[in-house]
Structure formats: C-alpha cells, structure tokens
C-alpha cells in the first residue's frame, strides 16, 4: 500500500517541459546566431572542445533532478504491513435525504450540504465505531456499505447530490429496510439509523415504519435540517438562481422543515430528535447516544504503518544536481580519449 502525502506539488512538474522548451529555444538561437559569424568547419576549428552531447546531458540531468526533489516535497508513503486488529463499537448507518427539498436555503448553505457538514463532524468525533452510508429520495440507494475507513466515508459523502436518485419524495421506509442489510448480526444489540432529513414528503404510515425498525432491533435517530418556516427551492444554471420550484398550478413551492413526523419515528424507534441546525450540539447529542449505547467487538484490517520515503528521492535529487554543476559543458581530455558521445576528433 502506498500514498502520497500532498499530491499539490505535482504541479511543479510542469516545471520540466517548460525547461526542455526553453533549452532547444536557446540552442536554436545560438546555432543561428553562430552561422552569421562563420560556417560549421570553422567554428569546430575555433572551438574544438565543444560538446553538444555534454550539454543535453546536462539538462536531462537537471530535469531529472528537479523531478526527484518534487516527488520528495510530494513525500511518497508506503505501508509497511496489514495487520488485524480487534475493536469495540457501534454500527452507525446514515441515511440522508437528497430530494429536491433538501436545495433549500434556509439554513446555510442549504438543507443538504448542512447534513453533510453535521455527518462529517459526526464522523470525526468516531472513535472505533463502523459507519455506513444511505442515500435516499424517491427511491433508497446504498452508498458506503459498513466500514472502518473513515476517509472513504467522507469521500462518499461529499459526493451525494439531489441528481443521485431520479425518482423524488421521500422512500423513509426504503431507507430502513436498506439499513437493515448493513447489520448482518441477527443477535447484535447496537444498531443505530441517523435519518437525517427534513421530513417533508413522507410516504405515510410512520408508526409502522418505526415499529418495525424497533422489531428488528434498530434504534433510529433523527436529525431534523431546515426551519418550520420553510424557503422555496432554487433551481440552478451554472450555479446561478434561474428560478423556483413551482407546483401544476404555477405557485412557488415552500417547503418546510416537518419536526413532529421525524419525532414520531424517533420515538417510535426507541430513538431521539435532534434538532440539526446547531452542529455542535448535534455532534454533543449523539456522541452522548453512542456512547451509552452495548459496543460490540469486531475485527478489521488495516495498515499499522505508513512510512515516509521523501529522502531518498531527496538524495537522488542532490546527485543529480551536484552531477549537473559538475559535468563541464566542454570536452574534457580523458572524455574526449573515451570518445563516450561520438562526437568527432579533431
């Protein structure tokens, strides 16, 4: 396994052609300026050390050793073995809402992107808990099944958008039966569904969606996004406002954040309402849940050590340098014997 620390200094790579471009612009110039003064006979009688070959060496070499230095700044890192180890947590599942009406601005930046700052500060403050991912509109799509990888969590997570799913409204139910394939322990006793929506645009019948959850041993939470005012839906061209949602009958849409629907499933779940619109609250709340909750022990693997591998790209670097300043650019009496560039003798 292997990684790069800060893949940003790539870019100086780009360095490397410009050079390259530069060095043939600069030997152009001189071969023509040199042709006004005198012929090629005359000018290798004039300067007969001069060596072509040494100088295109020498700016591969430095090519070379600018390549070295920025991979070093880059700091390749490999990892030295995978190991199994044992941990104890909670399976956390996220469900989250991305319909339409989930664009809207009343809380900032708008009701989705909220959701995914309160789930990635959620993630952050995790200790050795497993985390999956649900998307959900009309329709439940699974996004991350369980993991340990937080990285990728959050990865995926910034990813969702309201284009996922093309069949809008709000498959609740969908959402908890997907959760349901995330646990695969019949008798596990810390299963926990964040819903985190705006509650708008339910498919009815919340009390035996929740009843089941409750069956199947799932405590659900629910994270309510947006105000009980309401905002209309903005509907976007290259990040522009063009419009608003509007209804059959031409009338602007107001959606609205539905608090007593995602309470009813929470508390018909075993589970809580929080209220999202203060992050670190949320993250307070269900930090406090997580932990009062039975932690199960599960194995996972993972690399037990990245090590740093920039010094020696760093020293290769430094040779070429110091091989480019000391290559002269003329012949030189035993290189001119060795005869290594095939370059005439005078």
């Given at each position: 396994m292997f990684l790069l620390e800060d893949k940003t200094y790539l870019w100086l790579l780009i360095g490397i052609p410009v050079i390259v471009l530069l060095y043939a612009m600069v030997i152009f110039w001189q071969k023509r300026t040199q042709r006004k003064f005198a012929d090629k006979e005359l000018l290798d009688r004039l300067s007969p050390n001069r060596s072509t070959g040494k100088q295109v060496l020498k700016i591969v070499l430095l090519c070379?050793?600018?390549?070295s230095l920025v991979i070093a700044l880059v700091n390749p890192q490999?990892?030295?073995?995978l190991e199994t180890v044992k941990r104890e947590g909670v399976d956390v599942v996220f469900a989250i809402d991305v319909s339409k009406s989930m664009l809207a601005e009343d809380i900032a930046p708008n009701r989705l992107e909220k959701s995914k700052q309160l789930v990635t500060q959620i993630?952050?403050?995790l200790a050795s808990d497993r985390v999956g991912i649900i998307a959900?509109?009309?329709s439940a799509f699974p996004q991350l099944p369980i993991t340990t990888d937080y990285a990728a969590a959050k990865m995926f997570l910034q990813n969702m958008n309201t284009d996922m799913l093309s069949s809008q409204g709000t498959a609740i139910r969908e959402a908890i039966e997907l959760a349901k394939t995330y646990f695969n322990d019949d008798e596990?006793?810390?299963r926990v569904l964040f819903l985190i929506s705006d509650g708008e645009d339910h498919e009815g019948n919340i009390e035996e969606i929740a009843a089941e959850a409750a069956r199947q041993g799932i405590r659900i939470v629910t994270i309510?996004?947006?105000?009980p005012k309401g905002s209309p839906i903005p509907v976007r061209r290259n990040g522009v406002v063009q419009n608003y949602k509007k209804n059959n009958q031409g009338e602007t849409v107001i959606t609205r954040l539905e608090q007593e629907t995602l309470k009813e499933i929470a508390s018909e779940a075993n589970g809580r309402y929080i209220d999202g619109s203060n992050t670190a609250q949320v993250v307070e709340e269900v930090t406090e849940i997580l932990q009062n909750m039975d932690k199960k022990e599960f194995e996972s693997q993972q690399i037990a050590e990245y090590k740093s591998q920039f010094q020696w790209f760093l020293g290769l670097g430094?040779?070429?340098?110091?091989?480019?300043?000391?290559?002269l650019e003329r012949q030189t009496s035993w290189l001119k014997r060795l005869n290594l560039f095939n370059e005439k003798r005078s």
């Open positions: 070379l050793a600018i390549a490999f990892g030295t073995k993630i952050n403050n959900y509109a009309g596990q006793t810390n309510g996004v947006g105000t430094l040779l070429f340098l110091l091989l480019d300043i000391l290559l």
